[in-house]
């Protein structure tokens, strides 16, 4: 009985790490309980919820506006009355998901005028323009060169009666010198041509250049004017003014009517402004010829 075992460990020894856990890795950081969704849920990508830069709220906000569905209202004063945060808060996150490419917003007018915000929620920032770049060599030696969008046309203008060389000159002076009044008048020369007879139009119905044109640059919208030769062509032909009233010709002013005179020479009377001898004494006088 007191023959030892040399094999047995002369006191208790603490597991190791590698054994204690078979992964090798520590259980003290978030455990996962997930559960996998097969309906109500959205892919977010760990590149918005995991971004270094962007704030908490901005995450969380990108995050909700890519899980509701296409038009929803996700302006300003719509997410204050949904969330906590104010308006301060919800703006400046706004503002950080356009800075990283999460949104885009632009202003954009309806068909009945209204200047309405449109924002386009983008999961993956710069995907199209990966796309583009991804694109082979030999395939792009192989497609023709894009061809420019056709010009849309602009609305028909009034014409003038007679549209002589000099009314359509002055017409394009006229267009040419909106742009001092507001540098969004810049017309180019083709726009130029096609509204000059449009102008000549009003000016050769005794409109001044002064008048035309301040009809044609007064109340303008505040906004960036994007097509503003067709909205000078709408003004010259919804706004044109009645042609002036017809004048007669003025008649010839009827000659005066002299007094009757004694001919100092056969005695007979005759019209004159003075007295002195009448048309046939006048006549017979050596001198006369």
Not at 71 to 88: M, N, W
Not at 135 to 159: E, G, H, I, N, Y
């Amino acid at each position: 009985m007191d023959t030892q075992n040399p094999s047995a460990p002369s006191r208790a020894q603490s597991r190791i790490a590698g054994k204690n856990h078979p992964d090798g890795q520590r259980t003290a950081g978030v455990v996962h309980d997930h559960v996998r969704h097969t309906e109500n849920f959205t892919v977010i990508g760990n590149d918005l919820a995991q971004h270094p830069e962007l704030s908490l709220l901005a995450i969380g906000l990108g995050c909700y506006i890519q899980s509701v569905r296409p038009g929803t209202a996700v302006d300003i004063k719509t997410l204050a009355a949904r969330f906590p945060e104010g308006p301060t808060r919800i703006a400046a996150a706004l503002r950080e998901l356009e800075t990283h490419g999460y949104l885009r917003r632009s202003r954009e007018r309806t068909d009945t005028g209204r200047i309405v915000t449109r924002t386009v929620s983008c999961n993956r920032p710069g995907h199209r323009a990966a796309r583009e770049t991804a694109t082979p060599r030999s395939a792009t030696r192989r497609t023709p060169p894009d061809k420019p969008a056709p010009r849309k046309r602009l609305p028909a203008v009034p014409r003038p009666a007679f549209p002589a060389p000099a009314l359509l000159q002055k017409a394009v002076d006229v267009l040419a010198g909106l742009r001092r009044h507001d540098p969004r008048l810049l017309l180019s020369a083709t726009d130029a041509e096609h509204l000059a007879p449009g102008v000549a139009a009003w000016l050769e119905r005794d409109l001044t250049p002064t008048a035309v044109r301040h009809a044609l640059t007064s109340n303008l919208p505040n906004e960036p004017l994007v097509r503003p030769a067709a909205l000078l062509a709408h003004r010259l032909t919804a706004q044109l003014p009645p042609p002036p009233p017809f004048r007669a010709p003025a008649s010839p002013a009827p000659e005066p009517r002299h007094p009757l005179q004694n001919c100092e020479g056969c005695d007979h009377a005759f019209r004159a402004p003075e007295p002195g001898r009448c048309r046939d004494c006048r006549t017979g006088l050596p001198g006369a010829a």
